[in-house]
């Protein structure tokens, strides 16, 4: 429980700021799905990175206008959406 229990926050961002906010939101009762690359997040060494506690996650390949469409269907239902990708990024993914 938390003061934002029953928002629901979808994350796009794979480094930096992002996972840390992620976690941040998630500490404070938020459901917060995180977006990863097929294969899982190369950073979480072994899924043990305290930086993903609390969360789902779902692989998607964002390249793909299947994945992109998954994306889309999920932030509809979402109450916020974060990303962290360099400028133009997300644009171009087409979920920006």
Not at 32 to 60: E, M, Q, T, Y
Not at 73 to 78: D, I, P, R
Not at 82 to 94: C, D, K, N, Q, T
């Amino acid at each position: 429980m938390g003061p934002l229990q029953g928002f629901k926050i979808i994350e796009l961002a794979g480094i930096g700021p992002g996972p840390f906010c992620g976690m941040m939101l998630a500490d404070m009762g938020a459901e917060v799905i995180r977006v990863d690359r097929p294969g899982g997040n190369p950073s979480a060494a072994g899924g043990h990175d305290i930086l993903f506690r609390s969360r789902k996650s779902i692989a998607v390949n964002l390249k793909s206008p299947a994945g992109v469409e998954t994306i889309l269907k999920l932030c509809e239902q979402a109450d916020a959406v974060f990303e962290g990708y360099r400028p133009g990024v997300a644009e171009r993914l087409g979920v920006g």
